[in-house]
């Protein structure tokens, strides 16, 4: 006895090459977003003889201090009296342990100390005390 030759499954494939592109087409978003979150127009100074960054913390807050002595966080301008609020803010969705919420400063090489020195007093009022200052080990990196 023959065995009865079963028939090929036939059907549209345009529609999963769609979805596969539209996927394909988030995830290059998404990667190209979440590598963009430094602010270019900061001028970072140079430390030689500083530690080089070797992996990044995913619950660490970025706050950038520009020329002007305005602040932003991931690219977003904010005002000087909510950075504290925003730390607090993050440091209880983290099970209110300051020590788990480390802070990265990226000053502009030419901003006045005082300014520094307001993104630092936000810090402490957060108690946060896992504080690192950004700088570029050699120029152009």
């Given amino acids: 006895m023959r065995k009865k030759e079963e028939p090929y499954l036939t059907g549209n494939l345009t529609a ?11 995830f290059v ?9 430094n602010d ?53 969705d983290f099970g209110g342990n300051p020590d788990a919420v480390p802070v990265i400063l990226r000053g502009d090489m030419s901003v006045l100390h005082e300014k520094i020195q307001g993104a630092l007093d936000a810090c402490s009022q957060a108690k946060i005390v896992k504080i690192r200052f950004a700088a570029l080990k050699e120029k152009g990196s």
Avoid: W, Y
């Fill in 40 to 92: 270019e127009s900061i001028t970072l100074a140079l430390a030689p003889n500083g530690v080089a960054e070797t992996e990044k913390n995913p619950r660490e807050v970025r706050v950038d201090v520009h020329k002007d002595g305005s602040l932003s966080i991931a690219m977003q301008p904010i005002k000087a009296e909510l950075l504290g609020a925003i730390l607090e803010k993050t440091v209880a």
């Fill in 29 to 37: 978003c998404a990667i190209s977003m979440q590598n963009n979150t």
């Fill in 16 to 26: 999963m090459i769609d979805v596969v592109f539209q996927l394909i087409i988030f």
